[in-house]
């Protein structure tokens, strides 16, 4: 689920302007500047909760920006807020109308989020405009991979005549051969993408495609490698995981679920099947422990991605100069999720924006003491 946030505007400021008065002589792009290499910094230490907060503050300060209208993009397109990332990539592009990397995120977060025929129509016009680059021919294959999947296919296809080592067209092209069902094709492609370039994820691909095919040792050998290549590789892990427990390889399969749990302590998913596991090799307790742990943690996903939609909602309306409304949608977000420390921090952005100093300050203290990368406005 995502629902839009708009352009930012005369309601961005509205809401800062408590902010703003404490410092009124200072530079706002640069101050901006300041806010999204902060976020930059969070988001390198996977703090993305934190950096989407700082993300936001910077597109109020420097709305015409579009380096950080992009960052926002691409923090809201992470946390599934795609209507939202769609906005702020329109807004990066609207500045910087030539940049093909925020045009092909566009492109590819409005496939997403349900609108794949504007996604199409853009990359046929960019493929249009510049016939032999394989780069406009490989986005408009991502672009009609969901939809159109022969034509994706003699898409990617095009890629390769432009361009025979381009080892993305071809790993792609395999993505699109699974989802066909074509299993032993999208092998041989994703073959013939690491003999072009040994990446981690092509590993991983093809250690599900073996999967798939009942083949379960070339599977898991193909898994080592992506670990081999990515050791940090969570999904690979948990994947490996799966199948070793297929193989009743209690011991190796409880070990790689682990590790994946050690990488993304919420992955409810491995939880489930490390409990599976431990049931199936005998320690009932142990499991019973573990199913908890997995119904709790896909409860509190789902939880918290409610509570970022409400946000979300919060800051549109709060954009729009409706703090009063704003307010309530904020306070749905933290009755949603109470720990989820962006919608505290935006609730004393409403309450600043509605003439309630204390309330708001108790917000954004709630908001620090959840995440202490949130850091209240200066007059707070």
Not at 32 to 59: I, N, P
Not at 97 to 112: A, E, G, N, Q, Y
Not at 310 to 315: D, F, H, P
Not at 351 to 362: F, I, K, T, V, Y
Request: aromatic fraction near 6%; glycine fraction near 6%.
């Amino acid at each position: 689920m995502s629902l839009p946030l708009r352009a930012l505007g005369a309601g961005v400021l509205l809401g800062l302007l408590p902010a703003l008065a404490a410092g009124a002589g200072q530079d706002l792009p640069r101050r901006a500047r300041a806010a999204y290499d902060r976020a930059l910094a969070l988001e390198a230490a996977g703090d993305f909760s934190a950096a989407l907060t700082l993300l936001w503050e910077a597109a109020g300060l420097a709305p015409r920006d579009p380096d950080i209208q992009r960052g926002l993009g691409d923090a809201l397109e992470r946390l599934g807020a795609l209507d939202a990332a769609v906005d702020a990539y329109r807004r990066a592009l609207a500045e910087r109308p030539d940049d093909p990397r925020t045009s092909d995120r566009l492109i590819l977060t409005l496939v997403k989020a349900g609108k794949g025929d504007e996604a199409v129509a853009r990359a046929r016009a960019l493929v249009a405009a510049r016939p032999d680059d394989p780069a406009r021919h490989f986005t408009l294959g991502l672009a009609l991979s969901e939809q159109h999947v022969d034509e994706a296919l003699a898409t990617f296809r095009r890629v390769l005549e432009l361009s025979p080592r381009h080892a993305l067209a071809r790993y792609n092209l395999a993505l699109v051969l699974k989802r066909s069902d074509r299993l032993q094709e999208a092998a041989d492609e994703l073959r013939r993408s690491l003999a072009i370039e040994p990446r981690a994820e092509s590993h991983y691909s093809l250690g599900v495609v073996e999967w798939h095919l009942g083949r379960a040792d070339p599977a898991v050998a193909a898994l080592r490698e992506a670990l081999a290549l990515q050791p940090g590789y969570a999904d690979a892990h948990y994947t490996l995981g799966a199948i070793l427990k297929e193989k009743r390889d209690w011991k190796g399969a409880a070990q790689a679920l682990r590790r994946a749990i050690a990488l993304r302590p919420d992955l409810w998913s491995a939880h489930y099947t490390l409990a599976r596991v431990l049931e199936l090799s005998g320690d009932a307790a142990a499991a019973r422990a573990r199913l908890a742990e997995a119904e709790r943690l896909r409860g509190r996903a789902q939880l918290e991605h409610e509570a970022l939609v409400w946000t979300s909602v919060g800051i549109e309306r709060l954009d729009a100069g409706d703090p009063l409304r704003a307010l309530d949608l904020f306070r749905r977000a933290t009755a949603t999720f109470d720990a989820y420390a962006p919608a505290h921090y935006q609730l004393g952005r409403a309450l600043a924006a509605l003439g309630e100093p204390d309330a708001a300050r108790a917000a954004f203290a709630r908001a620090y003491e959840l995440n202490p990368s949130l850091v209240p406005p200066t007059r707070f």
